[in-house]
């Protein structure tokens, strides 16, 4: 790029003529004018060089970037909410059935379903890109975990010993 003082163009700029577009430069103490030269990569239609216009490209990608982003931060944030509403919603559920102390097989019907629907929305996340994988199984072993605890404290279920665990119990 070639620096050029405007005191020594001139005050008007109808003396210069110029090729390219003109940008001023911000960071010197006294006004310059830069003269940029047309980039090699991305070349003007005829036309446009013609009439010396070279298009910004840096700033529209920028600007589409951003339109972008913004788009996907407003799509993952949803899921995101929509993903904890639904665990919250399966975890106050066996919260309040924990405090029921007659507690039956009729009354995980309900919590199965609030699991497969949450699980679902954890899925789709995941494949979305919303959240990783690893990220998903742990919330949706989270879940299970809490349900388990739940029928293990009615009595509706009883761990099976680990494979190590039982060849050690028949032999003592």
């Known amino acids: 790029m070639a620096a050029v003082a405007l005191s020594s163009v001139g005050a008007s700029l109808g003396k210069l003529s110029l090729s390219g577009p003109v940008a001023l430069n911000s960071r010197a103490t006294e006004k310059t004018l830069t003269l940029c030269r047309p980039s090699t990569k991305h070349?003007?239609?005829?036309?446009?060089?013609?009439?010396g216009f070279f298009p910004i490209l840096a700033k529209q990608n920028a600007l589409k970037r951003q339109r972008q982003n913004e788009k996907r931060r407003v799509y993952h944030k949803a899921r995101?909410?929509?993903?904890?509403?639904?665990?919250?919603?399966v975890l106050t559920a066996i919260e309040g059935l924990?405090?029921?102390?007659?507690?039956?097989?009729?009354?995980?019907?309900?919590?199965?379903?609030?699991?497969a629907d949450a699980y679902s929305i954890i899925d789709k996340s995941a494949k979305v890109g919303t959240i990783h994988r690893n990220k998903a199984s742990?919330?949706?072993?989270?879940?299970?975990?809490?349900?388990?605890?739940?029928?293990?404290?009615?009595?509706?279920?009883?761990?099976?010993?680990?494979?190590?665990?039982?060849?050690?119990?028949?032999?003592?």
């Open 43 to 51: 070349r003007p239609s005829p036309a446009a060089a013609a009439a």
């Open 80 to 89: 995101r909410s929509e993903m904890s509403t639904r665990m919250k919603k």
């Open 98 to 115: 924990r405090k029921k102390p007659d507690l039956g097989e009729e009354d995980i019907g309900p919590i199965e379903k609030l699991i």
């Open 138 to 172: 742990r919330r949706k072993s989270r879940l299970a975990r809490a349900k388990r605890t739940l029928l293990m404290q009615a009595g509706l279920y009883t761990p099976a010993p680990a494979a190590g665990a039982g060849v050690e119990a028949v032999a003592a």
